[in-house]
T-cell receptor, first 115, second 115 residues
Framework: GAGVSQSPSNKVTEKGKDVELRCDPISGHTALYWYRQSLGQGLEFLIYFQGNSAPDKSGLPSDRFSAERTGGSVSTLTIQRTQQEDSAVYLC?????????????FGPGTRLTVL | AQKITQTQPGMFVQEKEAVTLDCTYDTSDPSYGLFWYKQPSSGEMIFLIYQGSYDQQNATEGRYSLNFQKARKSANLVISASQLGDSAMYFCAMREYSSASKIIFGSGTRLSIRP
């Protein structure tokens, strides 16, 4: 497909378990972003990749959160020892570049529920 | 520090009327971009319109226009001839050239169109 894809679309896990969320950006997009959206809230920036490097990790809420990107394409967001407050929709976006006018294209999100 | 403020948590509008969604922003960077996104109940983020800080004219995209008042740091979205399908959350967002790594989002406005 031509858009950003994310998997799984839904993930239910038990408190304390680790989870991995995957994002496939649009082909050719060098920039990739992860956001978190809690119920009824706006988007909270987590991390951004330019190529495979992450110049800005300022939004990661704790050291339980990490992300990597390989081959300048697929990215994985890992949450270790999940907590109930991690329950949210995790959105991935990609853009051609990081200029101010570069529009971000969003994936459908992964809804994470921590029981 | 960059900041986006949307003061209308919810709005009700009669079908076919025009509606204005408010957005104010704060930045010390003279170069920035402003975006509006629509998020229907299905959850995907849909890009609507972009305005650059140096653009001389207000941006327009079909029924969407952006009322950009730079001195007031205001970037209101105007939807003409509203339709039932316009019912959604609307987010205003900004990216500064100096920190082009991320887009900062407002808290959103929930727009409901009455038939």
């Amino acid at each position: 497909g031509a858009g950003v894809s994310q998997s799984p679309s839904n993930k239910v896990t038990e408190k304390g378990k680790d989870v991995e969320l995957r994002c496939d950006p649009i082909s050719g997009h060098t920039a990739l972003y992860w956001y978190r959206q809690s119920l009824g809230q706006g988007l909270e920036f987590l991390i951004y990749f330019q190529g495979n490097s992450a110049p800005d990790k300022s939004g990661l809420p704790s050291d339980r959160f990490s992300a990597e990107r390989t081959g300048g394409s697929v990215s994985t967001l890992t949450i270790q020892r999940t907590q109930q407050e991690d329950s949210a929709v995790y959105l991935c976006a990609s853009s051609l570049g990081t200029l101010a006018y570069n529009e971000q294209f969003f994936g459908p999100g992964t809804r994470l529920t921590v029981l | 520090a960059q900041k986006i403020t949307q003061t209308q948590p919810g709005m009700f509008v009669q079908e076919k009327e025009a509606v204005t969604l408010d957005c104010t922003y704060d930045t010390s960077d003279p170069s920035y971009g402003l975006f509006w996104y629509k998020q229907p109940s299905s959850g995907e983020m849909i890009f609507l319109i972009y305005q650059g800080s140096y653009d001389q004219q207000n941006a327009t995209e079909g029924r969407y226009s952006l009322n950009f008042q730079k001195a007031r740091k205001s970037a209101n979205l105007v939807i003409s001839a509203s339709q039932l399908g316009d019912s959604a959350m609307y987010f205003c967002a900004m990216r500064e050239y100096s920190s082009a790594s991320k887009i900062i989002f407002g808290s959103g406005t929930r727009l409901s169109i009455r038939p």
